[in-house]
Structures are given as structure tokens and as C-alpha cells.
């Protein structure tokens, strides 16, 4: 039997951690969408989250193509996605393009931290999204080559990925069983001991 929206979306949830806010353990990257719009009022807030992350010489540096279900910009969006995600991001009521200039305003000179930096404005997307009851999942497969062309996007902006944002949806509802499968598993993490180190491979001594 499948797990509803809400059994799902508890069973994601990451333990609770003292101190740690409960919007990044509670966020997670939902692939099941509902037929519910997004407000512009809220779309208009998890941009101003992205607008004050932060960014080298802080070039914000970041763009992002908002497409809204009916638009062209939606269309061309989607379009542009790998089948797989196709099968079902086109359920979202919002999709996101991310791009990053890739050269400093000041002076020209190549900005090797931009992808990095619009990595930091998408990560306070979700987590703004999260904290207004929206969910959001990242997609790297794009054919990036037909979103450039379609969306008539400078080569001084490098492509990041795509990100389907709306209302968490039943598991259900996916086309089919490897996505159903993939949505009701539980979420897992690296120990913090692989991922923080004092030196290489010496874990760092956390508590």
C-alpha cells in the first residue's frame, strides 16, 4: 500500500538535532506534485531569500528563468528537461531555470565561484520555500545546449540545473513504480565524520 502526502513527507524528516533550525531538517526533494498554484506573493518571497545569499565581491551573480504553469517560459523550460524528469516536473506548477554569470562586473575577470555562488541563492530557495509550505526539487538533467537556444541565454552564463517548486502531491499519483519507490524512501546522510575533517581522512573531533 502507498504512503499518503503526509505519511511520506514525516517519514522524510530528518531526526531532530539540537540547535539546528527545523526547516533544513524538515525540507526535503519531492518528485510528486499537486495541481495547486503557486501565489505570487510567495514566489515573490523565496526570491527575495535567493536575492541575500551571499557571493564573491558580492557579484550575485545568479539569474533564474521563472516559468509559471501556462506560460512560454514553462514551456520552454520543461521542454528542455530529460524525459525522466519530464515524466514528473511537468506536474509542478513552477519550474526554475538557474543560470550564473560566469565574469565580475568590477573588472571583468572570470568569476570561478559563480555556479557556487548560485548554488547558495537556490539553497535559500528550498529552504525559504520549505518555511512557506512549498516543496522544490533540483534536476541536473537538462539538455543545457536547447535551454540556451530556446531561452536565448548569453554564453556568459553558465547553466545550473532546474528546479520544480509547488505543493508537496500524493506519491500515488507518479507514473510510475521507480519514481513511487524512490519518494517513499527514507532520507539518509553521510556521518558527519566522513564529511568534516581535522585533516584528509582524520575526522574532526565535533563534541
Same mark, same amino acid.
Given at each position: 500500500?502507498?504512503?499518503?502526502?503526509?505519511?511520506?513527507?514525516?517519514?522524510?524528516?530528518?531526526?531532530?538535532?539540537?540547535?539546528?533550525?527545523?526547516?533544513?531538517?524538515?525540507?526535503?526533494?519531492?518528485?510528486?506534485?499537486?495541481?495547486?498554484?503557486?501565489?505570487?506573493?510567495?514566489?515573490?518571497?523565496?526570491?527575495?531569500?535567493?536575492?541575500?545569499?551571499?557571493?564573491?565581491?558580492?557579484?550575485?551573480?545568479?539569474?533564474?528563468?521563472?516559468?509559471?504553469?501556462?506560460?512560454?517560459?514553462?514551456?520552454?523550460?520543461? /521542454?528542455?528537461? &530529460?524525459?525522466?524528469?519530464? @515524466?514528473?516536473?511537468?506536474? %509542478?506548477?513552477?519550474?526554475?531555470? #538557474? !543560470?550564473? +554569470?560566469?565574469?565580475?562586473?568590477?573588472?571583468?575577470?572570470?568569476?570561478?565561484?559563480?555556479?557556487?555562488?548560485?548554488?547558495?541563492? /537556490?539553497?535559500? &530557495?528550498?529552504?525559504?520555500? @520549505?518555511?512557506?509550505?512549498? %516543496?522544490?526539487?533540483?534536476?541536473? #538533467? !537538462?539538455? +543545457?545546449?536547447?535551454?540556451?537556444?530556446?531561452?536565448?541565454?548569453?554564453?556568459?552564463?553558465?547553466?545550473?540545473?532546474?528546479?520544480?517548486?509547488?505543493?508537496?502531491?500524493?506519491?500515488? @499519483?507518479?507514473?510510475?513504480?521507480?519514481?513511487?519507490?524512490?519518494?517513499?524512501?527514507?532520507?539518509?546522510?553521510?556521518?558527519?565524520?566522513?564529511?568534516?575533517?581535522?585533516?584528509?581522512?582524520?575526522?574532526?573531533?565535533?563534541?
Amino acid at each position: 500500500m502507498t504512503l499518503s502526502a503526509n505519511e511520506v513527507n514525516t517519514l522524510k524528516h530528518a531526526p531532530a538535532v539540537e540547535g539546528v533550525l527545523p526547516v533544513i531538517l524538515e525540507r526535503w526533494s519531492p518528485r510528486a506534485f499537486a495541481d495547486r498554484d503557486v501565489s505570487p506573493a510567495d514566489l515573490k518571497k523565496v526570491f527575495e531569500a535567493a536575492r541575500w545569499a551571499p557571493s564573491s565581491y558580492n557579484e550575485q551573480p545568479w539569474r533564474f528563468i521563472l516559468g509559471v504553469r501556462g506560460s512560454t517560459a514553462y514551456d520552454k523550460i520543461g /521542454s528542455a528537461l &530529460i524525459p525522466f524528469n519530464q @515524466a514528473w516536473a511537468l506536474k %509542478a506548477p513552477v519550474l526554475i531555470l #538557474g !543560470v550564473a +554569470k560566469t565574469r565580475f562586473s568590477h573588472n571583468n575577470s572570470p568569476n570561478n565561484y559563480a555556479i557556487f555562488d548560485l548554488g547558495a541563492a /537556490s539553497g535559500f &530557495i528550498t529552504l525559504q520555500a @520549505a518555511a512557506l509550505g512549498l %516543496a522544490t526539487h533540483q534536476m541536473a #538533467g !537538462v539538455d +543545457k545546449d536547447k535551454a540556451r537556444e530556446i531561452l536565448a541565454i548569453p554564453e556568459l552564463y553558465e547553466i545550473g540545473s532546474v528546479m520544480a517548486l509547488g505543493y508537496q502531491g500524493e506519491p500515488a @499519483a507518479l507514473a510510475n513504480e521507480q519514481l513511487t519507490s524512490s519518494e517513499v524512501e527514507p532520507r539518509t546522510r553521510k556521518s558527519l565524520s566522513e564529511l568534516v575533517m581535522s585533516a584528509w581522512d582524520q575526522p574532526a573531533k565535533l563534541s
